[in-house]
């Protein structure tokens, strides 16, 4: 009896508990993506672009069903092992070369295959003349394109034709007081031994790091996109503290700033806001010679991004993220543009990370009253959720959870400006929204942060564009954040563990039997799913000082 | 043309020995073995020994025989037919030592074959010699490759020409002594000579022989007919040849090698090589361990997913085409629903048909139901359900790989649809499985080698359209879990082996090895699953039937495999309570059957439905009454004779009734209550909620529409035997007046008369009955019964001395004879 069972869809069901249970996870972990981790079943999915990457990666298809034949409890389907190798060998069928004359080509190893392609309806345009049977010229402008068009067909294709060094510049790692840790030197190895692609790092496990220490290597330009101004901020003291590299160096490209600098970190809504139709900060990649572009949150890249990134290609590229998948699906063309799976962080990194099971979730329910239910009931479709939001009920049961957690730090999170105003005043703590001035708003932060305030009220509006300080309570009151990957990864970072491993709290208060409640069971199930622990509890047992 | 049947009583005694004489001499036990190898002799049971004779010698009879040959079996017969011509000179018939030297193949290799093609009535023994019978040589045109013997080849020759030839080998011409023709086939069945005539033709002209030496024996020349000439003018090769007669014009352009020239030529022997055994299998050997897991994992996979698919069309049935069969879009759906392609599905859909467990419901909007079968099918131990599917699918003659290829008209072929018949595919499944079953054990033969085999087996079948099957049924073994990794598992060969060895079908015998063999791969049902935060539950593996129901009841299947993963969500708790399981008893039951800790939220999940479920109550009544006085409702309620009216009261001056508006007017009209009909608005409509299935008869007749005659059981084949025999003797015997016993025919009522007739058959006893002609006149009869089906007896009627078909609604009574008599 062993620990993994393969479903007819592909996914494979991991049995936690089980001894053999960490072994089986390192060796399913190159071909097949975790996507859910709750308590006792986590689930895996093998997808094609796994298995391409775990081909990318060096592992070959023999070693993936022995995987599933050793660790499997039941007999694995004939069908899927053979699907397994099948689509694993379509990888590298195909090759991006450079030709001494007709510069670069497509090689193909599997004559068949070449002809198939070229044959496609989307592929005729980007190709040229046929060099030989085997190989055909290809328009060098669309060498992403046709990256990303050969992946829709099945026939991912090795790029083998090489980059270009761009403009060197000296980049050195100034290892004073820290040292770059072991599996951050690897990923940042295995990256420039491939050339381009990602490396998936748990939140936390410094990614920035790796950047810095890819950019050593590669010695040149770089330009690193990131998600928003506090992340540019970040990379640019982190790069401070952790190269040779000095401010005059590090340019930052953001709505407010256009610094060009042998470095520059750009922000991906600069990048990707467009005036009259057009993106007008295009030519930043045109602007240097650029010998590195790096991706931060490579999860999160918008869709221009992608498009400019296709006319890249002849750049390394190096793509940070935490999690390979997309809440829109695009993981082949991150995979075809920016690059295959480079490297993949041990598990148990991971859990040494504290990116499992950081934090414990309460959602606490309250009653509304019946004169609320009704006008909750004929109130219309739009104001429905504003409505039970910010019911009047939940204020006492906030003011009893800060009570409990006195002398904490606290955030109390919501949408609505009323409801927050209320709690404020109800709390005594100031309240920070859309309309506060940056210069109270840091103020505020900078008192939170030393431990001066206990209590802040934050609205989600205002928190945004903004690095929220850590907090060891987060009750939030109405709205959610965005998408469930973003939401999953605010919490993460809103909660660290603390230093007496007492875990953090994320108390959801929310209106029985109203869709306040329908919203919290989507985050119920994906906090569950991300392995978080998650408990219910009533307003009034709370209010009756039961445990939590 | 076929003389073998050349009846006539007697048999023996002068006259020449026929193959109705030896027919004649078999013992029963071998001609019920005869019937057993050949069941389409006695369909229907002929009258005489003649009659089988001559019905065992017809064309189409004895290709179906030819056809089951094997290669050796084939070699053999072909050796038969070539060297025992006798157009070649000698007697009909080959002797078995000159046979065996021609085929030079192993004594008892060549016994074995020998007495199976006797056995089967395609070789006689003529005194040492045996025979062909004589549709053969028609059949095979050019046994091991030969030519025609000389005297056929110059039958049609000019006189001219023959004289050519005669002088050209030094013969005399012209007529006298047997006349030219015969003369020069005696001078060339002479081997002397036959080598000097060779001499003559010189050097040049052997290749050209050699050319066709190993068949085919015709050759293409060039006004071959009109390149006469004699020997002394021959100057080419071919035309020395034509002038010896060692190559004979067949028509214009053609020539052919005669069959004494190319048997001298070879040597003696009929073909290079006697391919008395095939040839060994090849392939991988994955391992029993391996092959055992696999199978039944897939057989698991199979049964997991027709109950899966089954279920899902009853809720959601899919539409009939008009020309029958299931949509594209629906297969494509059903592929998907069960995470596998469509050639998969097209399987298991196809096999769930032929198994009984869905068909088309009769109506016109047809619709594709599972049958009441299903849910006994269910409710079976997995075991039993794998080899209902597994025999229906070797049974039937439906191919669902051919399912999307296109008919001669371009027409896509549609899964349950026509066109995806054929007659062959269950013998070619049987064979397949026969040879994979031969294999040694844990060998995974490779197509290639099976299809080799398969070659050597099935000869006469080979073509594009077999070699189709046969690699069809590998896929589909494969996923039917018969083979695992490409070798046949041991369940598989158990049930090759006892496939046939009774007439139930596999499923609803008490014991089967295969059965056995299969359950103790299974994985074991389990009573315990893993709850989990994220509101899911997994069961490691199969769930014991019950708790798998409840648990589907109670939440909503989100991938299924090896596990199952279910989702409870608020829906599915609802439907759960719909069901009438109380919340408690829900939270009881995965209590008891989770192996951890129940989650906190799926408790709040559970209480937050039930306390919202049932808030709002829903009744059925067909019509109302109001009234604004609620004393007159209230009179109403008491009134006794209104019970019928199933009235009840929802509030003071409302009362509901579960009649119809109609009747609650008339009879409260009849009480004398006068009451005044409202717009119909307020009705409730009634929804059933049963799953449908197709009517019982719809898929009885589907099944049966696809089967194949019968095979005769034993007892049949006895009896058939002993009606052959009485008819022949009827036939061959001077008649003799059987003197029915006094009185009125016998009467007895009819459900006797079955059972008294059936005892008779088997018994072989003689009865009087009486009858009841065409013209309804009553006679009594002698008779010897030899079966009884389809309403009518077949048996011997000793007072017409004949085989005769009765119908058995006229038989007025049975009378034992031999206890009349007495």
């Given amino acids: 009896m062993s620990c993994l069972i393969v479903q007819s869809d592909k996914t494979l069901l991991l049995e936690v508990d089980h001894e053999l249970a960490d072994d089986c996870r390192r060796a399913i972990a190159p071909f097949a993506e975790l996507e859910r981790a709750p308590e006792h079943v986590h689930t895996y999915r093998v997808t094609p672009l796994a298995l391409w990457n775990a081909r990318a990666a060096g592992h070959d298809a023999e070693q993936v069903i022995d995987a599933f034949i050793s660790y499997s409890r039941f007999p694995v389907p004939h069908s899927l092992l053979v699907d397994i190798a099948e689509t694993m060998d379509r990888y590298g069928r195909l090759r991006l070369q450079t030709h001494p004359i007709h510069g670069l080509v497509l090689h193909a190893v599997d004559r068949a295959v070449l002809e198939e392609v070229v044959r496609a309806k989307k592929i005729k345009g980007m190709l040229g003349e046929r060099v030989d049977d085997d190989t055909v010229a290809v328009h060098p402008s669309e060498r992403g394109n046709l990256k990303q068009a050969l992946l829709k067909l099945g026939w991912p294709a090795e790029d083998y034709a090489g980059y270009v060094d761009g403009e060197a510049h000296a980049v050195d790692l100034a290892e004073d007081g820290w040292q770059l840790r072991g599996y951050q030197r690897e990923a940042a190895e295995s990256f420039y031994a491939g050339g381009s692609g990602v490396v998936v790092l748990p939140c936390g496990a410094g990614k920035t790091i790796v950047g810095a220490a890819a950019m050593s290597l590669a010695e040149s330009t770089t330009l690193i996109l990131v998600t928003n101004t506090v992340a540019v901020h970040q990379w640019r003291s982190e790069l401070l503290r952790r190269t040779t590299l000095t401010e005059d160096e590090i340019g930052e490209y953001s709505g407010t700033r256009k610094d060009i600098r042998p470095v520059t970190i750009a922000t991906y809504q600069v990048m990707a806001a467009r005036k009259k139709g057009v993106h007008s900060h295009l030519e930043l990649f045109e602007a240097r010679d650029w010998g590195l572009i790096i991706y931060d949150e490579v999860h999160l890249l918008p869709a221009p991004i992608f498009r400019m990134t296709a006319d890249l290609q002849a750049r390394r590229r190096l793509g940070l993220t935490a999690t390979l998948v997309r809440e829109d699906g695009r993981e082949g063309d991150v995979f075809s543009l920016i690059g295959p799976k480079r490297y993949d962080a041990p598990w148990k990194e991971m859990e040494n990370q504290g990116w499992i099971a950081p934090a414990d979730c309460v959602e606490v329910r309250v009653n509304l009253t019946d004169s609320e239910r009704l006008a909750y009931a004929t109130a219309d479709p739009e104001d429905r959720y504003r409505f039970c939001a910010s019911s009047a009920a939940k204020t006492e049961v906030v003011r009893e959870l800060v009570r409990r957690h006195e002398g904490e730090q606290t955030l109390i999170i919501g949408s609505y400006i009323d409801q927050l105003d209320e709690l404020g005043e109800a709390l005594e703590a100031p309240v920070i929204k859309g309309e506060t001035r940056v210069k109270e708003r840091e103020r505020l932060f900078e008192a939170f942060r030393s431990g001066e305030l206990h209590t802040l009220v934050v609205s989600k509006v205002a928190n945004f564009s903004i690095d929220l300080p850590e907090a060891g309570v987060a009750i939030q009151v109405s709205g959610s954040f965005g998408s469930r990957q973003e939401e999953a990864q605010r919490l993460g970072r809103l909660l660290r563990p603390k230093s007496d491993s007492r875990s953090a709290r994320f108390y959801a208060v929310t209106a029985r039997d109203t869709i306040d409640q329908d919203f919290a069971a989507h985050r119920q199930r994906f906090l569950a799913e991300q392995g978080y622990a998650y408990r219910i509890a009533d307003a009034d047992d709370v209010l009756a000082g039961d445990e939590l | 043309m076929t003389h073998d049947a050349d009846a006539g009583p007697g048999g023996s005694g002068g006259r020449p020995p026929t193959f109705t004489a030896w027919l004649r001499n078999r013992t029963d036990a071998q001609l019920a073995a005869l019937f057993a190898l050949r069941p389409d002799l006695v369909t229907p049971v002929p009258a005489d020994i003649a009659a089988l004779a001559s019905r065992a010698t017809a064309r189409p009879a004895v290709l179906r025989v030819l056809d089951r040959l094997d290669r050796f079996g084939l070699q053999v017969l072909e050796g038969l037919v070539a060297l025992g011509d006798e157009r070649l000179g000698g007697p009909p018939g080959v002797e078995r030592d000159r046979l065996a030297a021609a085929l030079g193949a192993g004594a008892e290799r060549l016994g074995d074959t020998l007495s199976g093609l006797l056995a089967s009535a395609l070789v006689w023994e003529d005194g040492p010699r045996l025979r062909p019978v004589s549709v053969l040589g028609d059949i095979l045109r050019t046994p091991a490759g030969l030519g025609p013997p000389l005297r056929t080849l110059l039958a049609d020759r000019p006189a001219e020409a023959l004289d050519r030839v005669a002088a050209g080998l030094g013969l005399a011409t012209g007529y006298g002594e047997g006349g030219p023709a015969e003369r020069i086939a005696a001078a060339l069945g002479e081997p002397a000579r036959l080598e000097r005539a060779l001499e003559l033709a010189g050097p040049r002209a052997r290749p050209v022989l050699d050319r066709l030496l190993w068949g085919p024996p015709q050759g293409t020349v060039s006004g071959a007919a009109n390149r006469g000439g004699d020997l002394a003018s021959a100057s080419s090769p071919i035309d020395r040849l034509l002038a010896l007669g060692l190559l004979v014009p067949t028509a214009e352009d053609t020539v052919a090698l005669p069959r004494e020239v190319a048997l001298h030529l070879r040597g003696g022997t009929l073909f290079h090589e006697a391919q008395t055994a095939p040839l060994e299998l090849s392939g991988k050997r994955p391992g029993a361990d ?533």
Avoid: N
């Fill in chain 2, 290 to 822: 391996t092959v055992v897991r696999a199978a039944a994992g897939q057989a698991f996979t199979v049964i997991r997913s027709v109950a899966e698919l089954l279920e899902r069309w009853a809720e959601d049935p899919p539409g009939v085409l008009r020309s029958g069969g299931l949509g594209i879009r629906d297969l494509r759906r059903a592929a998907r629903d069960l995470d596998t392609d469509e050639t998969a599905a097209a399987l298991l859909i196809e096999t769930a048909r032929a198994a009984g467990l869905l068909a088309a419901d009769g109506e016109v909007d047809g619709e594709w139901l599972p049958t009441p079968e299903f849910d006994l099918w269910r409710e079976a131990p997995a075991e039993r359900r794998w080899l209902r599917l597994a025999e229906a699918w070797l049974r039937s003659p439906r191919v669902a790989s051919l399912s999307g290829t296109k008919d001669s008209r371009g027409r896509s072929r549609p899964v349950l649809g026509e066109g995806l018949d054929r007659r062959s595919a269950p013998e070619v499944r049987l064979d397949v499985l026969g040879v994979l079953a031969a294999a040694p054990e844990d060998l995974a033969p490779d197509e290639e080698s099976v299809a080799a085999r398969l070659a050597w087996l099935r000869p006469r079948r080979q073509g594009p359209a077999y070699a189709d099957l046969v690699s069809s049924t590998l896929r589909e073994a494969a996923l039917l879990g018969l083979t695992g990794r490409g070798a046949p598992a041991p369940h598989t060969r158990a049930l090759v082996e006892e496939l046939d060895a009774e007439d139930a079908p596999l499923a609803e015998r008490d014991k089967t090895a295969s059965g056995e063999l299969l359950a103790a791969e299974m994985p074991e049902p389990l009573e315990t699953v893993l709850v989990q935060g994220d509101l899911t539950a997994v069961a490691p593996g199969p769930l014991v039937p019950r708790l798998a129901r409840e648990l589907a009841l109670a939440a909503d299947v989100e991938s299924t495999g090896g596990a199952t993963v279910y989702r409870f969500t608020e829906a599915s708790i609802r439907r759960a309570l719909d069901a009438g399981r109380g919340a408690d008893d829900l939270i009881a039951l995965l209590e008891r059957h989770s192996s951890t800790e129940l989650p906190q939220p799926l408790r709040y999940l559970v209480s937050d439905v039930a306390r919202r479920h049932g808030r709002l109550r829903i009744g059925t009544a067909s019509s109302y009454l109001r009234c604004d006085e609620p004393t007159v409702l209230d009179q109403l309620a008491g009134d006794r004779r209104a019970a019928d009216l199933q009235l009840f009261r929802l509030a003071p001056t409302v009362i509901a009734s579960r009649a119809t508006r109609p009747v609650l007017l008339g009879r409260l009209e009849e009480l004398g209550y006068h009451p005044v009909a409202e717009a119909a608005d307020g009705t409730v409509q009634l929804t059933g909620t049963a799953p449908r299935r197709a009517g019982a008869a719809s898929a009885a007749s589907a099944a049966r529409d696809l089967e194949e005659p019968a095979a005769p059981g034993a007892e049949l084949r006895m009896a058939a035997v002993r009606a052959v025999r009485a008819g022949d003797e009827a036939a061959t015997t001077a008649r003799r007046p059987v003197s029915a016993p006094d009185g009125a025919p016998p009467r007895s009522p009819t459900a006797a008369t079955l059972r008294a007739l059936s005892e008779a058959a088997t018994q072989g006893r003689r009865v009087w009955i009486g009858y009841l002609d065409t013209e309804g006149r009553a006679s009594s009869r002698i008779v010897e019964p030899a079966r009884v089906e389809g309403g009518f007896l077949t048996a011997y009627d000793a007072t017409r001395a004949a085989v005769h078909r009765f119908a058995v609604h006229r038989i007025t009574g049975v009378a034992d004879l031999d206890a009349s008599s007495h």
